[in-house]
């Protein structure tokens, strides 16, 4: 199904994105929101322009011309439903979906509401930032990530196609499976380590200027969620409730263990390493099952260090290099040493080019540890 005009409803980070990328593709995009100022926002970035087809003013539907042939609602999970009716109630499109994280309890009120279900189709795209608003909005977002479509049984084969063809344009990857199951699966691999993540960084505010002083890049990787919008989280977490509670409640209660093996620990039983061991092997076998690049089994690869100033251009030099000696870079990450102008770059290879790259860097005059 080819879409010509999408409408986007709510130009936050979602929906400013998937408008961006519709935009490339060379889609026609209408933005609404109920904050004009985000709409602006979303339009001078290039997302599209503004919906001027709200309905008449005696509220009669659309004309057939002026209909999109899909419209995406990008709103808070409490709040599709009643956009979805709003929107079927002045024929705004032909097709419908959200991008809501939150797939079974939007679907239930929808069908008490009322809506015509045999033109919607739930979607999610998993993938995000920790920064909201059409601001942090890019057009590769997608690029490559999952996007769980959950058709129900009323849904038409061409809300589905519709839906099948925007993920398509996004350059995401399509993931068939029903509200509920998607529901369980994000509470464990989205909502609840969220809440987790949360859970550490509170620990941080009431941190003494010496400990924070310490902090490396470990407690950065595992709290860099939290910094996310709370008001945008509870919405979510209210959402999912039980299928978080239940991951929360099995975390809290390695985390209850660990913390009786580590007093048991302190007042000399050394048969406490046990049950921490066997905790720690458990979180290394649940690391490993991440899938890796393209989705596929996780990759092991080779780890080149590099001292790297902090002044413009310093990336780029050393990804010159890496093109010189036709290394390709899997993956990078950057560690800041306090208090000093440079920092470690962390270069991801395969591992029989980590060698090739080490001796090409160290010949360039580049501090390899």
Known sequence: MELRTVLVVGTGLIGTSAALALRKRGVRVLLADRDQGVVRLARELGAGEEWQS??????????????????????????????????????????????????????????????????????????????????AARADLFLGRPWALCPTEEADPEAKAAVLRLIELCGANPVEVSAVDHDRAVAVVSHAPHVAASAVAARLADATDVALGLAGQGVRDVTRIAGSDPGLWLGILSGNASPVAEVLEAVAHDLADAASALRALAEGDGTATNELTQLLKRGVAGHDRIPGKHGGPASEYATVQVVIGDRPGQLARLFQVCDEVGVNVEDVRLEHAPGLPLGIAELSVEPDAGIELTHALRERGWQVP
């Open 54 to 135: 709200g309905g008449s003013a005696d509220g009669a539907p659309l004309a057939e011309s002026d209909r999109a042939d899909l419209a995406i609602i990008a709103v808070p999970p409490a709040h599709v439903a009643t956009e979805l009716l709003e929107l079927q109630r002045i024929g705004a499109a032909r097709c419908y979906t959200d991008v809501a994280s939150v797939k079974a309890e939007p679907i239930h009120r929808a069908a008490q509401l009322g809506c015509d279900l045999s033109s919607y189709v739930a979607s999610h795209p998993l993938a995000g930032r920790e920064k909201s608003g059409p601001g």
